[in-house]
């Protein structure tokens, strides 16, 4: 499908006037949208709630709107328990899907009445030393089954070469010792394919999962009454790609329940998701401007973003649609690199993309940005990370996170007399 963003030009050219590029962008209306339309594709199962996947998008602005509509937090660290609980997330709307996990995080959900998911077998003894042995009454598992996991169309998945979860026979003897320590509720979650574009993986993840939780309570006698379908659900980056239909994945995944979970005497399962990139991506953009152009070898436009205020084109060579303000009607007939200024080669936005004739000053917005994106910023060369703005309903913006300045990157040198007045410039 064609791709356009949510703003047009004279709308963001009266947004650079205020605050300077580069900066994402965020749709509130599209966040909305999406969280209902979610909670709608769902609503056949009275427990269901989406856990918002806090690592895309860790703004609280973001997350407070996404808890206006129902939806809880998944967070994998202690720091994203904190901006959870900053937004008013508490108790069992949070989610610890963490892995390799100190002690402390442990505690920290634990005071929060958050659901914490195991990642691995070893980890009951650590939850056991963490809280004293007042384990809480609800605990979920990770699995990962091993081997691929494929879809109608073929393998879209390797869980046997991912670091997470335990396996079958892990996740029985966890469910059997977190019993036996008073657990009386259980949970089973799974990750095993990443931006996927086939209607089928929620389905097919579910009837695993679902298998899984009746094995469990025919084996231990244990009840289970959650199964956690963490993220996964992809975008359609691509123009040609297309977009996931959560109306037919949440239907796939009823089918499933009622084949497998309600014959089993288990109609009372809740079903919960993580999305992060389903969530977000779409809702946010990349808006940067053309601050130089170079002809050698290729064509280049050199953006004042870098890839570290969105490094998923550098490190996964990640395709992101860009499109040239106001130019959106003219015919893509050059091919240019659209780079940024860090001393990486990596540090490309678009490789031989074909766009309208492009010049200095014009004001690219560089599509689906809105998870995995600013989250993932870094600070190589000194670079610094963008603010971060709301394009509200009422069509007002809103700065939800101003831009670091030098002062925030040598903050962490307060300490040391010698160095400390830099982090007051
Ligand atoms: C445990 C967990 N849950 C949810 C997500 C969100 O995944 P996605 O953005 O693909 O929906 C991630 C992503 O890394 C994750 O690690």
């Known amino acids: 499908m064609e791709k356009r963003p949510f703003i047009n030009k004279d709308q963001l050219e009266a947004v650079c006037a205020e605050y300077p590029t580069p900066f994402h962008l965020y749709d509130e209306a599209e966040i909305r949208r999406r969280a209902r339309a979610l909670n709608a594709a769902f609503s056949w199962n009275p427990g269901f709630k989406e856990y918002f996947a806090v690592k895309a998008t860790?703004?609280?602005?973001?997350?407070?709107?996404?808890?206006?509509?129902?939806?809880?937090?998944?967070?994998?660290?202690?720091?994203?328990?904190?901006?959870?609980?900053?937004?008013?997330?508490?108790?069992?709307?949070?989610?610890?899907?963490?892995?390799?996990?100190?002690?402390?995080?442990?505690?920290?959900?634990?005071?929060?009445?958050?659901?914490i998911n195991l990642d691995s077998l070893d980890m009951v003894d650590c939850l056991v030393r963490a809280l004293d042995g007042k384990l809480p009454k609800m605990v979920c598992c990770r699995v990962?089954?091993?081997?691929?996991?494929?879809?109608?169309?073929?393998?879209?998945?390797?869980?046997?070469?991912?670091?997470?979860?335990?396996?079958?026979?892990?996740?029985?003897?966890?469910f059997s010792r977190l019993a036996e320590l008073g657990v009386e509720d259980f949970g089973i979650h799974a990750f095993l394919?990443?931006?996927?574009?086939?209607?089928?993986?929620?389905?097919?993840?579910?009837?695993?999962?679902?298998?899984?939780?009746?094995?469990?309570?025919?084996?231990?006698?244990?009840?289970?009454?959650?199964?956690?379908?963490?993220?996964?659900?992809?975008?359609?980056?691509?123009?040609?790609?297309?977009?996931?239909?959560?109306?037919?994945?949440?239907?796939?995944?009823?089918e499933a329940y009622e084949q497998v979970l309600v014959p089993a005497g288990m109609g009372d399962v809740r079903i919960c998701s993580e999305l992060g990139r389903w969530m977000l991506a779409p809702?946010?953009?990349?808006?940067?401007?053309?601050?130089?152009?170079?002809?050698?070898?290729?064509?280049?436009?050199?953006?004042?973003?870098?890839?570290?205020?969105?490094?998923?084109?550098?490190?996964?060579?990640?395709?992101?649609?860009?499109?040239?303000?106001?130019?959106?009607?003219?015919?893509?007939?050059?091919?240019?690199?659209?780079?940024?200024?860090?001393?990486?080669?990596?540090?490309?936005?678009?490789?031989?993309?074909?766009?309208?004739?492009?010049?200095?000053?014009?004001?690219?917005?560089?599509?689906?940005?809105?998870?995995?994106?600013?989250?993932?910023?870094?600070?190589?060369?000194?670079a610094l990370r963008s603010a971060e703005l709301l394009w509200r309903e009422d069509g007002s913006v809103q700065q939800i996170r101003r831009a670091e300045t030098s002062a925030d990157y040598f903050a962490t040198f307060d300490a040391d007399p010698r160095f400390s007045s830099l982090a007051k410039k």
């Open 193 to 254: 394919a990443s931006n996927t574009q086939e209607n089928d993986y929620y389905p097919r993840l579910s009837r695993q999962l679902f298998e899984l939780a009746v094995r469990a309570h025919e084996e231990l006698g244990v009840h289970v009454g959650l199964i956690d379908l963490s993220g996964g659900i992809g975008v359609d980056y691509r123009p040609e790609d297309a977009a996931a239909d959560i109306a037919a994945i949440g239907e796939g995944v009823r």
């Open 283 to 382: 809702a946010g953009g990349l808006v940067t401007r053309v601050i130089h152009e170079k002809l050698t070898y290729k064509d280049y436009l050199g953006v004042d973003a870098c890839a570290a205020n969105l490094m998923r084109p550098a490190i996964y060579d990640a395709y992101h649609h860009i499109t040239v303000m106001g130019k959106e009607d003219e015919p893509a007939e050059r091919a240019y690199n659209v780079v940024g200024r860090l001393c990486e080669n990596n540090d490309q936005f678009a490789h031989d993309r074909m766009l309208p004739l492009t010049t200095i000053g014009d004001l690219l917005f560089i599509h689906d940005a809105g998870a995995h994106g600013f989250s993932m910023g870094y600070n190589y060369n000194g």
């Open 144 to 174: 990962n089954p091993g081997g691929t996991f494929s879809s109608a169309n073929g393998i879209i998945g390797n869980p046997q070469d991912a670091k997470f979860g335990m396996t079958v026979p892990q996740l029985m003897e966890a």
């Open 58 to 115: 860790p703004n609280p602005w973001i997350v407070s709107i996404l808890a206006e509509e129902g939806c809880g937090c998944d967070c994998a660290t202690g720091v994203e328990l904190t901006l959870a609980e900053a937004c008013g997330v508490t108790g069992e709307n949070i989610m610890l899907s963490s892995n390799d996990t100190p002690d402390e995080d442990y505690r920290h959900a634990a005071e929060l009445g958050a659901i």
